[in-house]
């Protein structure tokens, strides 16, 4: 599938700290009221098999798509090395607002799912909750700079971390990534696990049970954070991470397709 589309450019940032994010944006001129706004894994971008499918998926029904690549990641600038969670949740931030007046639908793989849990607890602390529609998340990798990251180093990893600032963490899917200690330090101040998440929002989590990333169980410890009314969480026997499998992909467009006609219906 290949993504022909230009990219537009946001700066977003202090002047001290400006990034320049890429960012797609399609259909502005559509009727519906919605958008559907894709947010990335670590180390992913908007030209992943999914976020292309969920282009296509936006495309078909007429519905604006907004996708865009974290600083340090894709067509943005900036560097992984400097990077953070407060970063990237700014960045999310401020790319939401090109959608206008819609409302988004959100769709989170992996730390896009903390970045859209993130985005949804700073709207609605702000009492603009109501700009969400709801949110489906892929595995989604919430605080996983402590539980996911830091709460798996050896005391060998934890002092080359406090030596050098940075660990290589072998990758399944390529080369070895950086984890800095400031991802990991600044992460702290982000962390939803340490009191329950108030989010008046529908939500849908597909969860895969062989996810060697993101364990299962972490996603049943999200239900528990959740208050609000509207959950679903579908356990996928023998799913990956990425999730990336014809029958994954058609999973996805079920699922964000069911939601928006609930959405839709209650509109």
Not at 67 to 96: M, N, P, Q, T
Not at 221 to 235: A, S
Request: proline share 5%.
């Amino acid at each position: 599938m290949m993504d022909d589309q230009e990219p537009q450019f946001l700066v977003v940032g202090s002047p001290a700290k400006p990034r320049r994010i890429a960012y797609r944006l399609t259909d502005q001129e559509g009727s519906t009221d919605l958008a559907l706004v894709w947010l990335s894994g670590f180390l992913s971008d908007m030209g992943s098999t999914k976020a292309l499918v969920m282009s296509a998926f936006a495309r078909e029904r007429g519905m604006p798509m907004l996708r865009f690549d974290y600083s340090g990641h894709g067509l943005s600038s900036g560097s992984l090395l400097e990077a953070s969670i407060g970063d990237w949740l700014e960045e999310a931030a401020a790319v939401l607002d090109c959608v206008g007046s819609r409302r988004a639908l959100i769709v989170g793989s992996s730390l896009g799912g903390w970045i859209a849990l993130l985005l949804a607890r700073h709207l609605a602390r702000t009492g603009a909750i109501e700009r969400l529609a709801g949110l489906v998340l892929i595995a989604p990798a919430w605080d996983m700079t402590e539980r996911l990251m830091a709460h798996r180093m050896t005391p060998e990893i934890k002092a080359i971390l406090d030596r050098d600032g940075v660990h290589y963490e072998p990758s399944l899917y390529g080369d070895p990534y950086p984890i800095t200690k400031h991802l990991i330090e600044e992460g702290r101040n982000h962390l939803i696990g340490v009191d329950t998440l108030h989010l008046d929002l529908p939500m849908r989590i597909l969860q895969g049970m062989s996810d060697p990333d993101v364990p299962w169980g972490h996603a049943l410890d999200l239900v528990d954070l959740l208050r609000c009314g509207d959950v679903e969480l579908t356990l996928i026997k023998g799913g990956d991470h990425r999730q990336s499998r014809p029958e994954d992909l058609r999973r996805l467009e079920s699922t964000v397709a069911a939601l928006l006609a609930e959405v839709q219906q209650v509109r």
